[in-house]
């Protein structure tokens, strides 16, 4: 029989004669355990879901992706490229490249009988990915893009909408320059909400058709191609193979490609995002520390009851480290029935929060509309990891205070 398990199971059960500060104590450290576990799973599940679901609907504007004319011109009117659909073969059999799409885009002008507003009209082609509008379309349907003529209907933000005072049916004047004014008249299909206001004042999408018209390109032209990829992380490790590609491509028109990130197409919200990463670390030391000291004080205040314990096991002849186990075995019971919990309740928090959106944000400062969760096993199970071996290493300091007693003093310490 394990003598030292023994002893520290005894202490754990209030079984020991003496002084009967350990039960208390040992619940108050494991609820300590227990809490910062649950606050450390929530930290890192909203972090990471806040980041994903805000990265995920800048890509849905914008895509991982673009491959446009190497012009590196700043204006919001675009020199075009020409299609070429052996290159967007080359780039469809990239591991890790899901769809690929083109796109075209103008500045234009929505002037009503009230307001006036400028905005950049997108144009989407037969192979556009509906999958994110789908789920932020909020009133009407999507155009029908998919007929021999060009298509009127297009899809605005509700912010938009509330700012012109427009609704599903209305027609739309829209206004483009060039040599001289070009009106076009379009009909609201649809209505969407993003939640993010620094894209939904700005993009209006219509039928690419549209744009090709208005800036006199022929029908082989277009503003560029839009590459979505399986995951955001692929980014970085498909970056030069994409923009080797893209660099050794002439366009049949004799032009030169270059590609663009998401990152370098939104530095200032995507180096945002990136910062959350910092607040999620710092609140985990912060929180394991808070439990660690928790523990610390514990395990120090359960060793001042059971000085006159100490005492006698040491005049029987059991060395320090035999002793110092027994507290280092009651320490593994506490931050273990703690962490354990604790992943119950965390994990539980994140599954309903995730399933149900129980708890509620303004999008108009959080740019959603629920508290976004997103749990991984891997992530977890580092945090876990983590957390025992800095829990351990914070439990052999107190336990050196056992080698400090001698049996004559412990013995008559009351």
């Not at 789908?134 to 899809?155: A, H, K, L, M, V």
């Not at 983590?386 to 009351?414: C, H, K, N, Q």
């Amino acid at each position: 029989m394990n003598l030292n398990l023994y002893i520290a199971n005894k202490i754990r059960k209030g079984e020991v004669t003496g002084k009967k500060l350990a039960g208390p104590v040992i619940k108050v450290a494991t609820l300590g355990v227990t809490i910062g576990m649950v606050v450390m799973i929530l930290s890192l599940g909203i972090g990471t879901g806040f980041k994903r679901e805000i990265r995920n609907k800048i890509v849905g504007f914008s895509s991982h992706f673009q491959i446009i004319n190497y012009d590196y011109n700043t204006s919001l009117e675009t020199n075009p490229i020409e299609r070429d659909s052996v290159f967007v073969n080359q780039i469809s059999q990239i591991e890790g490249v899901t769809r690929v799409q083109e796109f075209a885009t103008k500045p234009g002008l929505i002037k009503t009988t009230e307001n006036i507003q400028g905005i950049i009209i997108k144009g989407m082609g037969t192979d556009f990915d509906w999958n994110f509008f789908n789920s932020i379309i909020i009133e009407g349907e999507r155009p029908d893009i998919y007929q021999s003529t060009t298509s009127n209907d297009i899809i605005i933000s509700s912010t938009l909408a509330k700012l012109l005072k427009l609704k599903v049916g209305d027609r739309v004047p829209t206004y483009f320059f060039q040599e001289k004014i070009r009106p076009r008249n379009f009909r609201i299909s649809a209505i969407y909400d993003s939640h993010l206001p620094e894209f939904d004042k700005l993009y209006v999408f219509a039928d690419i058709r549209h744009i090709i018209k208005l800036n006199n390109w022929n029908e082989n032209q277009i503003t560029g191609y839009e590459i979505t990829l399986d995951g955001f992380d692929l980014i970085a490790p498909l970056s030069q193979q994409i923009d080797l590609l893209a660099a050794s491509r002439i366009s049949p028109d004799g032009g030169l490609l270059r590609s663009t990130t998401i990152n370098q197409q939104q530095p200032q919200i995507m180096g945002w995002l990136d910062m959350l990463d910092m607040n999620v670390t710092v609140i985990l030391i912060l929180i394991i520390l808070v439990a660690g000291f928790n523990m610390i004080s514990g395990l120090l205040i359960i060793i001042l009851e059971r000085t006159s314990m100490i005492g006698i096991l040491k005049a029987l002849g059991k060395q320090n480290w035999n002793i110092r186990k027994v507290f280092i075995y009651l320490a593994t019971f506490i931050i273990a029935k703690g962490m354990i919990w604790g992943n119950i309740i965390g994990i539980a928090i994140c599954i309903l929060q995730h399933q149900f959106g129980i708890i509620h944000l303004d999008p108009d400062n959080y740019y959603l509309d629920s508290v976004p969760v997103f749990i991984q096993p891997l992530p977890i199970v580092y945090l876990n990891i983590a957390t025992i071996i800095i829990s351990y290493l914070m439990m052999i300091g107190p336990s050196y205070l056992i080698t400090r007693i001698t049996p004559v003093e412990a013995i008559r310490f009351d």
